[in-house]
């Protein structure tokens, strides 16, 4: 499926310093709590996913992942937004 956006990009996470994950290097992407606790908030400008229009929307995210490093997975993510479903069959 097609999709494209532009949108302004906030993010905390619980890591003392930078987050480490937005490094991209395995073994720099360790939590140091050992776990990450994490809010993204997308303000979309313009974008599509599916024929759906995005823009002028808000996304704000709520992310857990119990570590040690993401790619130990089993992360969980809340959100109240509608864009939530659209966006997860964009990215598959």
């Known amino acids: 499926m097609a999709w494209n956006m532009t949108a302004e990009f906030i993010e905390t996470c619980s890591c003392n ?5 937005w490094y991209g290097v395995r073994e720099l992407m360790v939590m140091d ?7 993204w908030l997308l303000r979309v400008q313009q974008g599509h996913a599916d024929g ?3 823009g002028g929307r808000t ?3 709520a992310l857990d992942f119990p570590g ?7 992360g969980t993510a809340r959100s109240t937004s509608t864009m939530v479903p659209v966006l ?3 990215g598959s």
């Open 17 to 21: 310093m930078l987050c480490p994950c």
């Open 33 to 39: 709590q050992g776990w990450c606790a994490s809010t």
């Open 52 to 54: 759906v229009n995005l």
């Open 59 to 61: 996304l704000a995210i």
């Open 68 to 74: 040690p490093t993401l790619y130990d997975g089993n």
């Open 88 to 90: 997860i069959n964009a």
